[in-house]
């Protein structure tokens, strides 16, 4: 019986995890793919505090596993197939074992929404692209298309620039949903053709990306724009199937948290880019899984005192 289980080793898992081991709580860490979560994919980043000139992720990543680590946590990789839960017990169920725990945090993450269109499976790596900063310098000289409307669009739109001789912004409505400092940028840059109210239907090539088929929305005029690559950011889905009917989420599947971090269900909490949240960073995860570290060492002191 540990005093908790936490689902997911990305920075709000780990972060949960340090606070954790420093409250003296009996913790493990389960992982399914690897340590680090979704932004191991991203070789930089630039907005964590403390860094001026940006940080290798891979880096900040292992400091944070030691850290862990040094506290005698343990993260198993393996995957959780379901939980259940009564208000003392939770257990977690994996392929090959069932573990129980006093509380959870659910740091499960989220990935990529895809445009689900004929040629985004196919040519995922052979110009499809989720991640500016992995696949850009693939692309130097190139003309590309950009996908999406929102901060992540738009800051990767900028980012390609650096590599990339045209960007074409495809945004589906009128204006687009980002910060206005990121939108003066856009509109400033001259290597950027913003192309509104309008989105890809198809995805063509043969062995690689060569072109996509664009459809206006307004009038319905449809255009085939020559392009090397495309990179996709249209939102992301949490990794939440496996609590579906258990915890309270919401219609895109976040799971839903007070501001202590606290889910539906009691000594259930969420942390990171798998709860509903205003902004899905690594600074941001780092503070849920600390805030529901806390709430867990408030929950488990009750039952530890017995």
């Not at 862990?68 to 169920?93: A, C, T, Y």
């Not at 689900?116 to 590309?144: A, M, N, Q, W």
Request: charged residues 25%; neutral net charge; glycine residues 10%.
């Amino acid at each position: 019986m540990h005093d908790l289980i936490i689902i997911g080793a990305g920075p709000a898992g780990l972060t949960a995890g340090l606070y954790a081991g420093r409250f003296g709580l009996s913790t493990l860490i389960i992982e399914k793919n690897f340590v680090g979560g979704q932004i191991i994919l991203s070789p930089m980043i630039e907005n964590f505090p403390g860094f001026p000139v940006g940080i290798q992720t891979d880096k900040l990543i292992d400091n944070m596993r030691r850290q862990v680590e040094d506290l005698g946590i343990k993260i198993s990789m393996r995957e959780v197939e379901k939980i259940e839960i009564d208000k003392d017990i939770k257990k977690i169920f994996t392929q090959d074992e069932a573990l129980q725990a006093k509380s959870l945090i659910i740091a499960s993450g989220a990935y990529p929404k895809k445009l689900g269109v004929p040629g985004e499976d196919r040519f995922v790596g052979k110009g499809v692209s989720y991640c500016g900063t992995c696949d850009g310098p693939l692309f130097k000289d190139k003309e590309i298309c950009v996908v999406g409307g929102g901060d992540r669009a738009l800051e990767e739109a900028i980012f390609l620039t650096k590599y990339a001789q045209k960007v074409n912004l495809i945004h589906r409505r009128s204006e687009f949903r980002g910060s206005d400092i990121l939108k003066k940028e856009i509109g400033c840059n001259k290597k950027i053709n913003i192309v509104l109210d309008s989105v890809i239907d198809e995805i063509c090539g043969e062995n690689k990306v060569s072109s996509v088929k664009i459809k206006n929305l307004k009038d319905n005029k449809a255009t085939t724009l020559n392009c090397d690559g495309v990179f996709i950011f249209v939102g992301m889905h949490p990794n939440t199937e496996f609590l579906k009917n258990i915890l309270q989420l919401d219609k895109d599947g976040f799971i839903i948290t007070n501001q202590e971090m606290r889910t539906s269900c009691e000594g259930v909490f969420a942390a990171g880019d798998c709860r509903q949240s205003p902004l899905w960073q690594v600074i941001t995860a780092c503070g849920d899984g600390a805030i529901a570290a806390q709430g867990v060492h408030q929950y488990v002191m009750p039952y530890n005192k017995h």
